[in-house]
């Protein structure tokens, strides 16, 4: 037993001496003197034993070069300062240049002051003061600094770390990116020569020629012009903004893409499209946005009109062209003087016209109107015409199981402050109204057929009719036929599909909440 502990007790010591010699070893790595045009040895300083080099001095240690005018070299303390023209070349790959420079040969940590230029084959660094760890590759500067890749992006910083092995800056303060192709400002910023990417943790604008990009945490490739924002992302791109929880953006492609919470406004239309996930193509001028998808459309400084639908859509197909709107399936429309359901409608900006297709009907006041196709001319922003297509049919209520009913292939019809006041049959028509004796009793049932004709209304009532061909009208008493008999075939009644305020509400409770 005694003989193992001994044996143990040499095997220890033998490995504290190689640790203690090695450690010794690294410490006395000494700073060497290759060449100075005049050397003074032995001269006594405050910090030992001192030697003046003079004259195209050239010192070494390990594959470490450095240059300058002149030197003291402090033997004792393995310490170094060199005055002007000062050169340092590590590794053969990092260059660093100043007027002034101090080194601890022990640590292998330099401070370079004035005109400092550090450069490597990827880049170039501009500053007064320099901090660098030539055993770790590792360079710090407190004071701005300015950097310039072969791309002739220029990045400026008030403090900076370089990390040489990994070819990576990290920024602070006052950072801004200035390429041919875009600016990018921000408070934090990290930046790798070899991936060409830029990662930020703080407030963050990025400028390019026709785009504006802001946020508070992302990376943007900036060989590639791709990038990803979130927290506060907004992207403006030619009079529309979008904004997001978090954004995906592709310059080459001049593609954006959003990601919950999505707000895009375009100020051309005054449209603003909400939901949870949106694109905007600059190349194809097309735009959607869905899961959840809203629109708020402002028609004049007093009213709004609101949309739901699957999926939205923002698009221009030339540049003369002003912008189409677009709402694919189970769309509903809310405005103060107006509603509509459709499976899908366009709006054309160029002539002001909504369209509404398949099963569309449309509600304004008391009246419902139906057809295969709607279309709707706005003037001034506000309702001022429509044009019903096939299967056209108008019913309002008068109370009741009592309804007013006009049917046609094809109906035209004006608007007055957004009630209907006119309203012209084309081919096959037919109606049931009822006449009024005065503003309170009705005098009877109007049971027409007649190809052509023409209403005219007051105060949501029917006023006056005009018969263009001869037509085939019973008049019932209001008591001789029972409401439900009193039907032109077709007639459906879709007043529980109707749009309600609450809609509107809801949409306006989404923009505010975000």
């Not at 550090?118 to 360079?139: C, K, R, V």
């Not at 910023?189 to 945490?217: A, H, R, V």
């Not at 639908?309 to 107006?338: C, G, P, V």
């Not at 899908?344 to 509600?363: H, R």
Request: proline share 2%.
């Amino acid at each position: 037993m005694r003989q193992m502990s001994y044996n143990k007790i040499i095997w220890l010591t033998i490995i504290l001496v190689l640790l203690s010699t090695l450690v010794f070893a690294q410490q006395k790595s000494r700073v060497e003197v290759i060449f100075a045009k005049t050397l003074e040895g032995n001269t006594k300083s405050a910090f030992g034993s001192l030697t003046k080099l003079i004259g195209s001095v050239q010192l070494k240690q390990g594959s470490t070069i450095m240059f300058c005018d002149s030197a003291l070299l402090y033997d004792d303390s393995n310490m170094l300062e060199a005055f002007s023209n000062v050169k340092i070349i590590s590794n053969d790959t990092i260059t660093i240049i100043g007027e002034y420079l101090k080194y601890n040969g022990n640590t292998k940590k330099a401070l370079i002051e004035k005109n400092v230029v550090l450069t490597d084959p990827s880049i170039t660094l501009n500053t007064q003061q320099l901090d660098y760890d030539l055993s770790q590759s590792y360079g710090y500067y407190g004071q701005e600094g300015t950097i310039v890749n072969k791309q002739q992006t220029i990045l400026n910083s008030q403090m900076g770390y370089y990390y040489a092995q990994r070819k990576e800056f990290f920024f602070k303060k006052k950072v801004s990116v200035i390429n041919p192709e875009y600016t990018m400002y921000s408070d934090t910023l990290m930046y790798n020569t070899l991936t060409k990417i830029s990662y930020f943790y703080g407030p963050t604008i990025i400028n390019s020629k026709s785009d504006k990009i802001i946020c508070e945490n992302g990376w943007y490739n900036t060989a590639k012009e791709q990038a990803q924002f979130s927290k506060n992302a907004v992207l403006i791109s030619e009079k529309k903004v979008l904004k997001a929880d978090s954004l995906y953006y592709d310059g080459k492609m001049k593609l954006g893409r959003a990601f919950r919470n999505v707000d895009l406004f375009d100020s051309i239309q005054d449209i603003r499209l909400l939901g949870d996930f949106g694109e905007n193509n600059g190349r194809t001028k097309r735009s959607y946005v869905t899961k959840n998808p809203c629109a708020i459309k402002l028609m004049d400084k007093k009213d709004s009109m609101f949309l739901y639908a699957d999926t939205l859509f923002l698009y221009q197909r030339d540049k003369k062209q002003k912008q189409h709107f677009e709402a694919y399936h189970s769309a509903k429309i809310y405005k103060n003087d107006m509603q509509a359901v459709c499976d899908s409608l366009v709006y054309m900006q160029d002539d002001s016209v909504l369209w509404l297709f398949k099963s569309p009907i449309m509600w304004t006041g008391d009246n419902q109107i139906t057809a295969d196709t709607i279309k709707f001319f706005i003037n001034n922003s506000k309702l001022d015409s429509f044009y019903l297509l096939n299967n056209s049919f108008s019913t309002s209520k008068v109370k009741g199981l009592h309804y007013n009913q006009v049917k046609g292939r094809n109906m035209k019809g004006y608007f007055d402050s957004s009630a209907i006041k006119f309203i012209k049959v084309f081919g096959n028509g037919q109606s049931i109204y009822y006449a009024k004796e005065d503003s309170v009793n009705y005098i009877g049932i109007n049971v027409i057929d007649c190809s052509e004709m023409e209403f005219y209304f007051e105060n949501k009532e029917i006023k006056k009719t005009v018969f263009i061909t001869k037509p085939d009208a019973t008049m019932y008493p209001l008591d001789e036929q029972k409401p439900e008999l009193l039907r032109l075939k077709g007639f459906k009644w879709y007043e529980k599909l109707r749009p309600k305020r609450t809609l509107k509400n809801q949409i306006s409770n989404f923009y505010n909440k975000n």
